[in-house]
């Protein structure tokens, strides 16, 4: 277990060096960039750490708790917290999608980020309820709602390519 879990460590690692490294080789920050662009690139950079790091996260947690190291409580107290502050990020991208002016490829984004937001929302919650009664309908339930979130994940982002070194936990749970 202590290599799967060095494992995933590993590939939270890879992930933190291509968002960095990604984030290098962009056109840097100059007079003659616009801070609309730049707003965009950091906005758009802060929102795919925060949806691989929730998913992945959650997906730790659900290893965890199939490996009997966390109770239902332990699940709950984690997950809500990860959520709360997910869903901060979820509003307010929502309160830039009603109040401001975008272009319709900024609005696409922007919207796709919040769908994003709310599946891992859907993907803790249902871990949390799975906890709190381990049925098979539970894990199932869990476990589309990982799928789903990771695959919106690697269409959005473009992640395909090193999606196999990137995978979240919890794919056999109640399994």
């Not at 509003?91 to 609005?107: E, F, G, H, N, Y």
Request: proline residues 2%; aromatic residues 8%.
């Amino acid at each position: 277990m202590l290599l799967v879990r060095k494992n995933k460590f590993a590939s939270f690692i890879v992930f933190f060096v291509f968002v960095v490294s990604s984030l290098m080789v962009m056109k840097p920050v100059t007079a003659a960039t616009t801070s609309e662009g730049a707003l965009k690139e950091a906005t758009g950079g802060t929102s795919a750490l925060l949806a691989y790091t929730s998913c992945f996260y959650i997906g730790e947690v659900a290893d965890a708790l199939a490996a009997g190291r966390y109770s239902a409580q332990e699940v709950n107290i984690r997950v809500s917290a990860m959520l709360g502050g997910l869903n901060v990020a979820v509003k307010q991208l929502q309160a830039v999608l009603d109040r401001t002016t975008l272009t319709p490829s900024d609005r696409k984004v922007i919207g796709e980020m919040v769908t994003i937001l709310k599946t891992i929302d859907r993907q803790g919650k249902s871990l949390v309820r799975y906890a709190q009664n381990k049925t098979s309908a539970n894990a199932r339930y869990y476990r589309d709602a990982r799928r789903e979130a990771w695959n919106k994940i690697l269409n959005v982002f473009k992640m395909h390519s090193i999606a196999s070194k990137l995978y979240p936990g919890g794919v056999n749970l109640g399994r």
